[in-house]
């Protein structure tokens, strides 16, 4: 399905660019809308929400923040820390506003 003007604008934003060398989507080569699809297909499996899902990634990130660099565990067999990076990001979502440079990563062990 041809892409519309917004959601062409919408996935460049997402792509490589000055502010995310990656881009916001990494080396995911689907299509913006096959993503969000796959991704409330997941949510349906997994019986959550997107809700939900950003509640507790936020509860995990605020912990890492304040741990400072030292590994969280979030739930057993997994573990979460904070990686800060100096400056400021642009949101590539139009009006989201600018955030702080960083990233929790969190991994299954």
């Not at 809308?33 to 949510?43: M, P, R």
């Not at 912990?63 to 573990?79: C, E, L, N, T, Y």
């Not at 590539?92 to 440079?101: A, L, M, N, R």
Request: charged share 30%; aromatic share 6%; no cysteine.
């Amino acid at each position: 399905m041809k892409q519309s003007p917004g959601e062409k604008a919408q996935q460049e934003r997402l792509s490589p660019s000055r502010f995310s060398a990656h881009g916001f989507m990494g080396a995911d080569r689907r299509s913006l809308e096959q993503i969000v699809a796959d991704d409330k297909a997941a949510l349906r499996r997994l019986g959550t929400t997107a809700a939900e899902l950003v509640r507790r990634l936020r509860l995990v990130d605020a912990r890492a923040r304040a741990a400072m660099g030292a590994p969280i565990a979030p739930a057993p067999g997994v573990s979460a820390r904070y990686h800060e990076a100096m400056g400021r990001i642009p949101s590539p979502f139009p009006g989201d506003g600018v955030f702080p440079k960083g990233e929790t990563r969190i991994e299954w062990n």
